[in-house]
């Protein structure tokens, strides 16, 4: 559903377009799952994937990009 890449390298620039070309819920959306993929119950108590860690990271950038004047609290 969400398309997250799982394996090697990330292109990080595509991701970033897909990101912008999302709405704000689906960015939410988006955001919350990579949270939960970066999760210790998402990898078994182990750390996560980088590139998991991108997306999250990628996710939160965009938010901030959009909406700088609220806090990202919990939500990503």
């Known amino acids: ?3 997250f890449a799982r394996n ?3 292109d990080v ?3 970033r377009e ?3 070309k999302m709405t704000d819920t689906e960015l939410l959306r988006f955001g919350q799952a ?3 993929m970066c999760s210790p119950e ?3 108590g182990q750390p996560p994937r980088q590139t998991y860690i991108v997306q999250l990271e990628e996710a939160r950038a965009e938010w901030k990009r959009r909406k700088p004047e ?4 919990d939500s990503i």
Request: charged share 20%; proline share 5%.
């Open 1 to 3: 559903m969400y398309d």
């Open 42 to 44: 998402a990898s078994l």
């Open 18 to 20: 897909r990101l912008h």
């Open 13 to 15: 620039e595509q991701l």
């Open 8 to 10: 090697g390298q990330i």
């Open 70 to 73: 609220l806090p990202l609290n």
């Open 34 to 36: 990579a949270k939960y």
